[in-house]
């Protein structure tokens, strides 16, 4: 029955004996001997290449990439790189301790056929299978294969001549062996058996047995696995992260964008230019590619602080001057003002956006001069009222202008009724002038010419400019003239009866009637320099007026009517050449 025994627990005098055996300089020697050769170290230096292998490749997970969150490993992962490092450093020991082992073998490693059996010898491990328990030799050719029960072991002989030989002598030895060992031959079992005790100590050889090469102690080896997978884990986490972390910052400027960025900062990166000027700048970039002030604005709303700001302010000045080229384009000061009103807390194109409002007031000046009708003293008040407009209130609905009437009331009307009534021809109260030029008579022609001036007047100024309105008439007790708070058109009228007419087909008594106007533009803490207008228009009932009027009131408001009519076509044509 096979055995087995531990080459370094056997006595120093068996030790010596069989590694003289097994090289052949020894008794007894081997009959047939198959090397072996460990290749233990091979397949640990294997495992420690995978383990190395496959270390590389999670340490390259996510590395550099701006969408892993292993980017910049946390620092959990450093438990999974230590324990890498302990796996590669302890199959490194071993492949170097196997290696170790095989070079420092004493003996003969590999298959040996002896007289007494064979004998495997695997490093320290010896496996014994007796001569006794051969069932069969068989030959073929050079090869020999000696069968145990459940296990054959395979030799080559020197030549075919020395293969024949064995069976006949595995048969003698078995003989040779069974009768020693029945008589308790020492001397024989010593020629047969390499393991076999001859129990007389040598007083002059060691006695201490063989030891075993070690390379490192245990507890030296559970140091050095933990230690060095405590150092190399931790530097190849650190390299890994650092490397990474500049992978990851290259990956995001050759991008260059906010997602990038955004993506970099996210996986843990640590350079402060890139959320202090990169990131705000790529930021920019999308706010100006939406050609809109408001996205610049919002922008500036969200970056109170950073180290760009020369830049957003090129870029917003750049959007506001995109802006008010749109509004200018327009032609309009609503489109000016909105402009302003709209990003007011933002002054950097104060400047262009006086000159263009100047430019309009310009061209609206330029325009009136090219429509301006024979009065001289109106292009240069027109200058100032425009001006005005300009300095004091022309926002997002214009300049008001009031056009307002003022009646004077300078003559006794009732002198001139009581001649009237004294008159022969005098058929009743309907004859009497001044009732037709008091109350409601001067409000509805007041209405009628002043919405005449207020449309003609506006078709010659933009409204968000000049805004003319008709105001309420002018009380006696607002002085001479008012005071006004905003541009101001006063026109004061008056009337004058004189000459009397007789109806020939219509009895009664008729007055005829100065009419007096006099047109005032002011303007408010204006010192004087005003422009003014006066005529004076006599109107006649003359016969055939005074036939064709049902009447007396109807007379008497055809001829208002006329003579207010002719002041406003007169008035005009001192503003305009098409009035």
Same mark, same amino acid.
């Given at each position: 029955?096979?055995?087995?025994?531990?080459?370094?627990?056997?006595?120093?005098?068996?030790?010596?004996?069989?590694?003289?055996?097994?090289?052949?300089?020894?008794?007894?020697?081997?009959?047939?001997?198959?090397?072996?050769?460990?290749?233990?170290?091979?397949?640990?230096?294997?495992?420690?290449?995978?383990?190395?292998?496959?270390?590389?490749?999670?340490?390259?997970?996510?590395?550099?990439?701006?969408?892993?969150?292993?980017?910049?490993?946390?620092?959990?992962?450093?438990?999974?790189?230590?324990?890498?490092?302990?796996?590669?450093?302890?199959?490194?020991?071993?492949?170097?301790?196997?290696?170790?082992?095989?070079?420092?073998?004493?003996?003969?490693?590999?298959?040996?056929?002896?007289?007494?059996?064979?004998?495997?010898?695997?490093?320290?491990?010896?496996?014994?299978?007796?001569?006794?328990?051969?069932?069969?030799?068989?030959?073929?050719?050079?090869?020999?294969?000696?069968?145990?029960?459940?296990?054959?072991?395979?030799?080559?002989?020197?030549?075919?001549?020395?293969?024949?030989?064995?069976?006949?002598?595995?048969?003698?030895?078995?003989?040779?062996?069974?009768?020693?060992?029945?008589?308790?031959?020492?001397?024989?079992?010593?020629?047969?058996?390499?393991?076999?005790?001859?129990?007389?100590?040598?007083?002059?050889?060691?006695?201490?047995?063989?030891?075993?090469?070690?390379?490192?102690?245990?507890?030296?080896?559970?140091?050095?696995?933990?230690?060095?997978?405590?150092?190399?884990?931790?530097?190849?986490?650190?390299?890994?992260?650092?490397?990474?972390?500049?992978?990851?910052?290259?990956?995001?400027?050759?991008?260059?964008?906010?997602?990038?960025?955004?993506?970099?900062?996210?996986?843990?990166?640590?350079?402060?230019?890139?959320?202090?000027?990169?990131?705000?700048? #790529? +930021? *920019?970039?999308? @706010?100006?590619?939406?050609?809109?002030?408001? /996205?610049?604005?919002?922008?500036? !709303?969200? &970056? %109170?602080?950073?180290?760009?700001?020369?830049?957003?302010?090129?870029?917003?000045?750049?959007?506001?001057? #995109? +802006? *008010?080229?749109? @509004?200018?384009?327009?032609?309009?000061?609503? /489109?000016?003002?909105?402009?302003? !009103?709209? &990003? %007011?807390?933002?002054?950097?194109?104060?400047?262009?956006?006086?000159?263009?409002?100047?430019?309009?007031?310009?061209?609206?000046?330029?325009?009136?001069?090219?429509?301006?009708?024979?009065?001289?003293?109106?292009?240069?008040?027109?200058?100032?009222?425009?001006?005005?407009?300009?300095?004091?209130?022309?926002?997002?609905?214009?300049?008001?202008?009031?056009?307002?009437?003022?009646?004077?009331?300078?003559?006794?009307?009732?002198?001139?009724?009581?001649?009237?009534?004294?008159?022969?021809?005098?058929?009743?109260?309907?004859?009497?002038?001044?009732?037709?030029?008091?109350?409601?008579?001067?409000?509805?022609?007041?209405?009628?010419?002043?919405?005449?001036?207020?449309?003609?007047?506006?078709?010659?100024?933009?409204?968000?400019?000049?805004?003319?309105?008709?105001?309420?008439?002018?009380?006696?007790?607002?002085?001479?003239?008012?005071?006004?708070?905003?541009?101001?058109?006063?026109?004061?009228?008056?009337?004058?009866?004189?000459?009397?007419?007789?109806?020939?087909?219509?009895?009664?008594?008729?007055?005829?009637?100065?009419?007096?106007?006099?047109?005032?533009?002011?303007?408010?803490?204006?010192?004087?320099?005003?422009?003014?207008?006066?005529?004076?228009?006599?109107?006649?009932?003359?016969?055939?007026?005074?036939?064709?009027?049902?009447?007396?009131?109807?007379?008497?408001?055809?001829?208002?009517?006329?003579?207010?009519?002719?002041?406003?076509?007169?008035?005009?044509?001192?503003?305009?050449?098409?009035?």
């Amino acid at each position: 029955m096979k055995r087995q025994a531990q080459f370094y627990t056997l006595p120093r005098a068996v030790q010596h004996r069989f590694v003289e055996s097994t090289r052949g300089v020894g008794a007894p020697a081997p009959m047939l001997v198959k090397l072996f050769r460990s290749r233990a170290h091979w397949s640990w230096g294997a495992a420690c290449v995978l383990a190395l292998v496959a270390w590389v490749s999670f340490s390259l997970l996510g590395y550099g990439q701006l969408d892993s969150s292993l980017a910049i490993a946390p620092a959990g992962v450093l438990v999974v790189h230590v324990a890498f490092a302990a796996f590669v450093v302890f199959c490194a020991l071993k492949a170097q301790s196997k290696a170790w082992t095989n070079r420092r073998t004493p003996f003969a490693t590999g298959t040996f056929l002896f007289p007494s059996g064979v004998i495997v010898s695997r490093l320290s491990k010896l496996t014994i299978f007796p001569i006794e328990d051969v069932q069969d030799v068989r030959v073929s050719g050079a090869a020999v294969d000696v069968v145990f029960a459940g296990q054959t072991f395979s030799f080559v002989a020197a030549d075919a001549a020395r293969a024949i030989e064995v069976p006949a002598l595995v048969q003698e030895a078995r003989t040779k062996h069974r009768d020693a060992k029945a008589t308790n031959d020492i001397r024989q079992l010593l020629l047969l058996d390499p393991l076999q005790d001859s129990g007389v100590p040598n007083p002059l050889a060691p006695s201490e047995p063989l030891a075993p090469p070690v390379l490192l102690a245990p507890w030296a080896t559970v140091l050095a696995v933990l230690a060095g997978g405590a150092i190399l884990g931790w530097a190849v986490f650190w390299m890994r992260n650092t490397w990474s972390a500049k992978a990851l910052y290259a990956a995001a400027v050759a991008s260059d964008t906010t997602a990038a960025y955004r993506a970099y900062l996210e996986r843990g990166g640590k350079r402060p230019e890139v959320e202090a000027i990169l990131l705000p700048r #790529a +930021e *920019l970039r999308e @706010a100006q590619a939406k050609n809109s002030v408001e /996205a610049i604005e919002a922008y500036i !709303k969200r &970056h %109170a602080k950073t180290r760009i700001g020369p830049e957003i302010t090129a870029a917003h000045r750049s959007a506001l001057l #995109a +802006e *008010l080229e749109k @509004a200018k384009k327009v032609g309009t000061l609503t /489109a000016l003002n909105q402009l302003e !009103k709209k &990003h %007011a807390g933002y002054p950097l194109i104060q400047q262009e956006l006086a000159a263009a409002k100047q430019a309009i007031f310009d061209r609206v000046l330029a325009n009136f001069k090219n429509e301006a009708g024979k009065g001289t003293d109106v292009v240069p008040f027109v200058a100032r009222l425009v001006h005005f407009a300009r300095l004091n209130g022309a926002q997002l609905d214009g300049q008001k202008v009031e056009i307002r009437f003022q009646p004077k009331y300078t003559q006794n009307y009732e002198h001139i009724e009581d001649i009237v009534q004294k008159s022969p021809y005098y058929t009743g109260v309907p004859l009497l002038p001044g009732q037709y030029f008091k109350g409601k008579y001067p409000l509805e022609r007041e209405a009628r010419v002043g919405k005449r001036l207020k449309e003609r007047l506006q078709r010659a100024f933009p409204s968000d400019i000049l805004r003319f309105e008709l105001g309420k008439q002018v009380g006696e007790d607002e002085g001479e003239p008012p005071q006004v708070s905003v541009p101001t058109l006063l026109v004061e009228h008056s009337v004058t009866f004189s000459g009397g007419f007789v109806g020939l087909r219509k009895q009664g008594m008729y007055m005829g009637m100065t009419l007096a106007y006099r047109a005032t533009f002011l303007l408010p803490k204006d010192k004087g320099e005003y422009v003014q207008y006066r005529i004076r228009l006599w109107r006649a009932p003359k016969q055939e007026l005074i036939d064709e009027a049902k009447t007396p009131e109807e007379l008497y408001q055809a001829l208002a009517t006329d003579a207010y009519d002719t002041f406003a076509t007169e008035y005009l044509e001192h503003w305009f050449k098409k009035p």
